[in-house]
């Protein structure tokens, strides 16, 4: 497979994931503490992950805080989400606006990593022509950084606004049937 398919390759695995998500959070997902939490969960790995590779302060600061900024997000629009029984099963939807940023965020997230160049070798390769300064060379380099850290705020965020809402779905399975797992056969 060549490199010319790589992009249509791409575009099909987005929109098999993107329309697997939005049919799911529309017609709902049979409720688990796994099935709400595990995404979450592991957003938060991928974020803390990224914050142990040496960010400095203030970059762990901003991604705390967008962390946060998702929790509180996600408590918030946590609370249209719905649990209902379907065929004796406990479902969920996710509300309308958690998918819809989750969504964006998604893509934005994605057309980062894909589309912006992934390796800076050869970009500060090579004599300086005498009009260039050494900070108009090293402008691509802040650039690329800049984007991979919006790319790294995009997963805090999206990591808290879905652990907010796993928060409330969770609370609110306990309210509604008390803790008790539900069976079939009822």
Do not use: H, Q
């Not at 575009?11 to 979450?40: E, Q, T």
């Not at 991604?63 to 209902?84: A, D, E, H, P, W």
């Amino acid at each position: 497979m060549g490199l010319g398919y790589a992009p249509v390759f791409i575009v099909a695995l987005l929109v098999l994931v993107l329309g697997r998500r939005i049919v799911a959070g529309r017609k709902g997902i049979r409720y688990s503490r796994r099935s709400i939490f595990f995404r979450p969960v592991l957003y938060l790995a991928l974020t803390a992950a990224l914050v142990i590779i040496g960010l400095s302060l203030w970059e762990l600061a901003a991604i705390t805080t967008s962390v946060v900024v998702g929790i509180l997000l996600g408590l918030k629009l946590g609370k249209r989400s719905n649990i209902f029984e379907k065929d004796g099963n406990v479902m969920y939807k996710r509300s309308n606006e958690i998918l819809t940023i989750w969504i964006i965020s998604f893509l934005i997230r994605v057309g980062i990593d894909f589309y912006s160049n992934p390796s800076l070798e050869g970009m500060l390769s090579g004599p300086l022509p005498k009009s260039e300064s050494i900070a108009s060379a090293l402008a691509p380099a802040a650039a690329f950084s800049l984007i991979l850290f919006c790319a790294d705020l995009l997963l805090g965020f999206s990591a808290g606004l879905l652990f907010g809402e796993a928060v409330v779905l969770y609370r609110n399975y306990i309210l509604k049937y008390g803790g008790a797992k539900r069976s079939a056969s009822k």
